[in-house]
């Protein structure tokens, strides 16, 4: 859209109707679209889906359906199409005023997440292969997060062994409205998570994504501390691998974002849950399973998760655990229920005997 790309506020609100309300968050949405790196930019009208009706007062409304394209240069590797709702007035000299960009029910029904910059003024960091999202009230934590991010780059990416040069964008949010529309939040329940990685599908339910982002919760955004650090790590772990590790048992996967993320720390420095140290005192039988990693136990999980890996490593290479992520991965996947020939094939070992060595490494460092 031209007025986009050339800047001009006036020509873009040129055509809305004289709601204040509608105005200040065009205004907005303009204001964010010039600050985020667009490479590409604008609305396709599907005229098949225009409809115009009269109302009892004589005035017609038009409404027709559009695709909104927008893709972030240097952090999409396609553009994202998302289906919208605009409905249309017609002025006494028969010229159509935009009432409304924003239908909540009929996006519901398509499947459509509204990014933060459609739903308010965000400030926009771009620096480094980073682009933070943030609102106004956390916006005073931008930087930090974004050097944060940098850091935490320039740390997993050799660690990874797949091929990795765009960027990635971090959401730092103060509310947990955005979170809570991510489609298959892992458990369901968002206070849960400290953050999340998640995928941009290029169409609502197309399994072909532009990109994979990250967000941190509101309680951790406000955190300048090696626990937000550690999380970043975790979250570029997913990001960077992206949809490689869909298709390998949950433990394994956190379990890989969780060693690589702790790794920077110094040994004595590290922390696990006390309900992952409770757990192995207990003595640990079986892996956490798909079905249950991200419910009730999943702060046990998670630790378990890690030291598997950590054994795994430390016991056969790193070399193997990477053998293990492909062979875990290859053809349809394996689901956790499946995992045991798996582990005897690459490791020797099968799930019980290695939830049991994982249980002894747990208490042998943290008693």
Known sequence: MRAIKT???????????????????????????QDLPLARFGYRLDTASVQEQQADDGSYRVQAELTV????????DRPVRAPARFV???ADDGTLLLTSTHDAAWEADHGVTRQPWETERVEVINSDQVLGIFDKPSAAHGWQIVDDVADA????????????????????????????SLADLPGGVPDRLDGVAFPVPISPGSQTYASTRFLLHPRMVGRRDDARRRLIRHELVHVGLGRLDDRIPTWLSEGIAEYLAARPIAPQDRLISRDAVNAAQRGITELPSDQEFNGDDSSANYGIAWFACDYIADTYGESTLWKLFNVMRAGNGTASADQDE??????????????????????????
């Open 342 to 367: 798996v582990l005897r094939d690459v490791l020797g070992v099968g799930e019980a005997d290695l939830a049991r060595a994982t249980g002894d490494r747990i208490t042998s460092v943290f008693g």
């Open 153 to 180: 780059l320039a740390a997993i990416r050799p660690e990874l062994p797949v091929e990795w040069d765009s960027g990635v964008v971090v959401y730092g949010l103060s509310t947990t409205e955005f979170l809570s």
């Open 88 to 90: 249309f007035e017609r």
């Open 7 to 33: 800047g001009n506020e006036s020509t873009f609100l040129a055509g809305l109707a004289a709601d204040p309300a509608l105005r200040g968050s065009e205004r907005d949405y303009f204001d964010n679209l």
């Open 69 to 76: 394209v927008t893709q972030l240069d240097g952090f999409d």
